[in-house]
């Protein structure tokens, strides 16, 4: 069945360091991949998605690229904030199929 | 984006009394879905829900702890019964984006924090 691996967390930075959150994953067919992103005390908002191989999402200075051929989609933002700590869920959903595979979630914490 | 509000926003229950969780939509929408998040873990699906049927149950849930009712395409509710402290999760539903806003898309409630003593 599908699945998704996403680095464990928390991951802790300093304001305006390189962020970096691991994501591969496993599906049978061609999925859309999805990064989503829950603050505090909040439920959980769409960041960005890609819906095919080599398509790059963007969305508020993070970015993630398809790669079929490593089955990934990272996700990038080259100067974090402290307002950017929350937990990032890496998901995709199957071709055809609108349910979706979420990973383990990664806990973001910035520290001024 | 599709907006989706949930009642209650949290809730603290006794053990083996029932709570049900309401979701609206501002838009109609084909498929919800009731997911939910145990605290420090990912999203699991608990159902799938579709206007004029009845809800399809992911593997290790069932109707009768989690009845599920889709009246219209605006608004589902999920019960959870006869609560243990087990259940105390974040619940959440979400929509497909449908033509709209894109399939394979799924927009979130702010979710139900319920908390079972």
């Known amino acids: 069945g599908d699945s998704v691996t996403q680095m464990e967390g928390p991951v802790t930075l300093s304001e305006e360091a390189f962020l970096t959150i691991n994501c591969t994953y496993t599906?049978?067919?061609?999925?859309?991949l999805f990064w989503y992103v829950q603050y505090p005390g909040e439920g959980l908002q769409l960041l960005l998605k890609?819906?095919?191989?080599?398509d790059k999402g963007s969305n508020k200075g993070f970015e993630a690229t398809y790669r079929k051929e490593t089955t990934s989609f990272h996700l990038e933002k080259g100067s974090v904030q402290v307002s950017d700590s929350a937990v990032y869920f890496c998901a995709l959903s199957d071709q055809g199929y609108s349910t979706l595979t979420f990973g383990k979630g990664t806990m973001l914490l910035v520290s001024p | 984006s599709a907006v989706i509000s949930q009642k209650p926003s949290r809730d603290i229950c006794q053990r083996g009394t029932s709570l049900t969780i309401q979701c609206q939509v501002d838009?109609?929408?084909?498929?919800m879905f009731w997911y939910r998040q145990q605290p420090g873990q990912s999203l699991t699906l608990i159902a799938t829900a579709n206007q004029g049927s009845e809800a399809t149950y992911e593997s290790g849930f069932v109707i009768d702890k989690f009845p599920i009712s889709r009246p219209n395409l605006t608004f589902s509710t999920l019960t959870v019964s006869n609560m243990s402290p087990e259940d105390s999760s974040i619940y959440l539903c979400?929509?497909?984006?449908?033509?709209?806003?894109?399939?394979?898309?799924?927009?979130f409630g702010p979710g139900t924090r319920l908390t079972v003593l």
């Open positions: 599906a049978t067919g061609y999925p859309s």
């Open positions: 890609a819906t095919k191989a080599d």
């Open positions: 838009s109609q929408v084909t498929m």
């Open positions: 979400s929509v497909e984006g449908g033509s709209l806003y894109g399939y394979n898309e799924q927009f």
